[in-house]
């Protein structure tokens, strides 16, 4: 006997009494194990549970472009992008997704900007990516080899370009129109500190910014710039003690700058291994108006992995997985949660059903792979501890070959020394 017992009748009531209360997730999921006996089913059944599934999807898609709209208008395009592409999964064959790939036209369109600056959740977790004490030594080795290289510094000139203005302009314009504008106007010295900072050259932002003038270098938006440049330097309590100054307290500060301040301050404890304070600082982060919600809510997911609260990190996203997330920024802190917790079956399962949702829709669409690079490097990480057939391990390497060029050389040296 199942949960609701062997009769399609009582689950349709039970996938009803779930979609009147608007839990659609849960109603999907019985009106669709109700049609996998279709078959069997009377007509009238069968029409219901038809009709019902039908309501609840266009509900999902409607529901995941209305999410999409708000996170492009705050400029978080990634997760409107992913909206997106989850209504196209709910939609499928059948539906009309005209609209849904007109919003993904407005989103992509006139092309895709480069992110405002150079965050620190947008690298890897390399704190993560050690062997376990028991592993074999050809494991460490192996593992070792998927820890980033330091890159070689670079001139000035290679930081700038041939054409520093456009290129400043490039990284400034997903700021929106008032900041962009303030940023243009701090001059020369802010704009090649700037650029090298978004480019992960932090003691060249910082000399850059100690040449402004004190006008400018007062300026608050200044400050949160080269607080991002010391923490970046590894010079986490500067970092700290320049974000108190800039905290602004019970006195009004827009959500952006507010979000900003949070965000770094997390970070910075998080490099400090001050990772109590650094949970409670992510609270507030999530905590904030107008912050796009997964990707505060992932800041806070990994903040509890380094404090060792793995549970506690794995249930907050559980929300976000029974809902269908395909985000990166979930998935990849609720696998490394799961394997933690000694699931890792379940983290693997979760990193290889985003990979293989990502090359479906690029082979039904006709589109070029939407690589999750983050995610191919974690499964990487589980596929060597778990020993997993070299085929196998060598069949990521390639795709992330492919598609992570930043680690390329990783790769190349990891596929000559796969037994």
């Known amino acids: 006997m199942g949960l609701f017992g062997t009769s399609p009748e009582k689950k349709l009531e039970k996938a009803r009494e779930h979609s009147r209360r608007g839990e659609d997730y849960e109603a999907r999921l019985l009106f669709a194990d109700v049609l996998s006996k279709r078959d069997r089913l009377h007509p009238t059944t069968r029409e219901a549970a038809e009709a019902g599934l039908l309501e609840v999807r266009l509900r999902m898609i409607a529901a995941r472009l209305d999410e ?12 409107a992008r992913d909206r997106c592409h989850t209504a196209l999964d709910l939609a499928g064959e059948d539906l009309d997704t005209s609209e849904i790939e007109e919003r993904l036209r407005q989103i992509d369109s006139p092309k895709r900007p480069l992110p405002p600056t150079a965050r620190v959740e947008d690298g890897v977790q390399t704190d993560l990516l050690t062997p376990p004490e028991d592993a074999p030594d050809n494991l460490g080795g192996l593992l070792e080899l998927l820890k980033p290289k330091p890159a070689p510094p670079r001139t000035d000139a290679e ?19 008032g900041l962009a504008a303030r940023y243009r106007g701090f001059g020369l010295d802010f704009r090649n500190g700037y650029l090298a900072l978004v480019q992960n050259a932090p003691d060249r ?20 710039e080269r607080a991002h440049a010391l923490l970046l330097a590894e010079r986490c309590d500067d970092a700290l003690a320049l974000l108190a100054e800039l905290d602004p307290g019970d006195e009004p500060a827009d959500a952006v700058y507010l979000s900003r301040h949070r965000f ?12 109590d304070e650094a949970v409670a600082a992510a609270r507030a982060l999530v905590a904030t108006p107008d912050v796009a ?3 505060a809510d992932s800041i806070l997911a990994w903040t509890l992995i380094e404090a060792g609260r793995h549970q506690e990190a794995y249930e907050m996203l559980v929300a976000y997985l029974r809902a269908g997330s395909i985000q990166e920024e979930i998935l990849v802190p609720a696998a490394q949660a799961a394997a ?23 082979l039904e669409r006709q589109i070029e792979v939407d690589f999750p690079i983050e995610a191919g490097r974690r499964l990487l990480q589980f596929y060597l501890e778990d020993r997993r057939p070299s085929d196998q391990v060598r069949n990521l390497c390639q795709h992330l070959l492919d598609h992570d ?14 037994r």
């Open 264 to 275: 770094l301050r997390v970070e910075a404890l998080r490099t400090a291994h001050r990772y």
């Open 159 to 177: 930081l700038q370009g041939d054409d520093p203005d456009g290129l400043f302009e490039l990284h400034i314009q997903t700021l929106g129109d």
């Open 68 to 79: 999409a709209e708000r996170y492009r208008l705050v400029g978080d395009l990634e997760t």
């Open 205 to 224: 932002a910082l000399a850059w910014f100690e040449r402004l003038a004190p006008e400018i270098a007062g300026d608050r938006w200044v400050g949160l």
């Open 405 to 418: 060029h930043e680690q390329g050389e990783i790769y190349r040296e990891l596929l000559l020394k796969i």
């Open 293 to 295: 919600d997964p990707a």
């Open 340 to 362: 933690l917790l000694d699931r890792r079956r379940e983290a693997i399962l979760l990193l290889e059903g985003l990979l293989q949702s990502r090359f479906q829709r690029s």
